[in-house]
């Protein structure tokens, strides 16, 4: 009997790979692009809700601890002398605060920069840039400067201008203290200039007339130093100052108002 020969093997075409999407390359990588940016929005989105909580709840004990990674790098470069002096008058201020402000430890500090502003960081740390000492240069004028920026403390202004990456340092600090991986995370977000909004500039200056007025028994400092500002301004020597600032102007008057209300109270 013939033995039934067989059909030659013949392979089938491949016309699919599982390896291999059938989707275009550049609409994968478009979808791909589009997931990473929506994650990126949510995760910030959340840290700023996260850090608007966080600011008012932040305890004076993990705050102080904050301070303390600022101390060193500050103090190094500070003006000896003109810092003893703005320390002296910061002195002065303290006890006029309200008792729950007193809980933190004030220091303050010049530093060499020509730019007229100050910054209050974390643990009752303020520094003043020299070019701001040298514009007001009166012991009452920068008495009201130490005390418009205590006006940020008490409202914890300062920590809700770090914004999101308050989240970090606080984190950071919870975690390992004042140590070398704490000062590295708060170096990165916490030497940035503060920026307040006019609302909260406003504050600041009202709570600084009080605390003059309770402290020192005068206020004479808060319309001294807004008169030499308006003057400068007017110079066109305070551009800087005034892009995170009301006009000195408008400052001058809502500080007039509030001290005849004062008077008459």
């Known amino acids: 009997m013939a033995q039934k020969m067989r059909a030659p093997y013949v392979p089938k075409p491949i016309t699919e790979n599982v390896n291999v999407t059938r989707e275009s390359p550049l609409k994968r990588f478009f979808i791909l692009s589009a997931e990473i940016v929506f994650a990126v929005v949510v995760a910030y989105v959340f840290l700023g809700l996260v850090a608007g909580l966080l600011a008012p709840r932040v305890p004076v004990s993990l705050e102080k601890k904050m301070g303390e ?7 190094e470069g500070s003006l000896p002398t003109e810092s003893a002096r703005l320390q002296s008058l910061l002195n002065k201020l303290v006890p006029g605060l309200p008792a729950e402000d007193r809980r933190l430890s004030y220091r303050a500090w010049v530093v060499e920069n020509e730019q007229v502003n100050a910054l209050a960081l974390p643990g009752g740390r303020i520094v003043v840039f020299s070019g701001l000492v040298n514009e007001v240069a009166r012991d009452a004028e920068l008495s009201f400067v130490l005390a418009h920026e205590l006006g940020h403390f008490h409202a914890r202004d300062h920590l809700r201008a770090l914004g999101r990456g308050l989240v970090a340092m606080v984190f950071a600090v919870a975690v390992s203290g004042s140590d070398g991986s704490a000062r590295f995370v708060m170096q990165g977000v916490g030497n940035a200039e503060n920026r307040f909004s006019q609302a909260q500039e406003r504050a600041a200056d009202l709570f600084s007339v009080r605390l ?5 028994g005068t206020t004479d400092g ?8 308006a003057e400068d301004e007017r110079a066109g020597k305070l551009a800087y100052y005034f892009a995170t600032h009301p006009h000195p102007e408008t400052r001058l008057k809502y500080i007039r108002e509030e001290i005849d209300r004062l008077k008459s109270s």
């Open 69 to 75: 990674v600022f101390d060193g790098g500050w103090e």
């Open 222 to 229: 808060a319309t001294e130093a807004m008169r030499r500002l």
């Open 212 to 216: 003059l007025r309770r402290s020192l």
